[in-house]
């Protein structure tokens, strides 16, 4: 089973950027598609963004499109999320999930393993 622990959240003011990590342990990383998800305040956890084992194909949601970025680093077992431009809307606790389905990863469906969350506040 692989362990999940992001970090790299905090406030920052509309328009202005941050870089989340995702650090795994367990096994193989690279086996593993990753996400990206996020839960606001009253509202449901929500797709953000998902990367293949490989690196190799990325897809996301409709609203960060063009201003996200997922990433990863198979050597470091690490996964990223570098957001740009960033807006009020985008405050919410992110969370990085691990699936050896990149299906699964998409739907948020039976995921094999979530991280702890880190809280991202967005200022105006």
């Known amino acids: 089973q692989v362990q999940l622990v992001e970090s790299g959240g905090g406030l920052v003011q509309a328009g202005g950027s941050l870089r989340l990590s995702c650090a795994a342990s367990?096994?193989?990383?690279?086996?593993?598609?990753m996400g990206w998800f996020r839960q606001a305040p009253g509202k449901e956890r929500e797709f953000v963004a998902a990367?293949?084992?490989?690196?190799?194909?990325?897809y996301y949601t409709g609203s960060v499109q063009g201003r996200f970025t997922i990433s990863r680093d198979n050597a470091k077992n690490t996964v990223y999320l570098q957001m740009n431009t960033l807006k009020p809307e985008d405050t919410a606790v992110y969370y990085c999930?691990?699936?050896?389905?990149?299906?699964?990863?998409?739907?948020?469906?039976?995921?094999?393993?979530w991280g702890q969350g880190t809280l991202v506040t967005v200022s105006s």
């Open positions: 367990g096994r193989t990383f690279s086996s593993y598609a």
């Open positions: 999930a691990a699936s050896t389905s990149y299906g699964r990863i998409i739907s948020g469906a039976a995921l094999d393993a």
């Open positions: 990367i293949r084992g490989s690196g190799t194909s990325t």
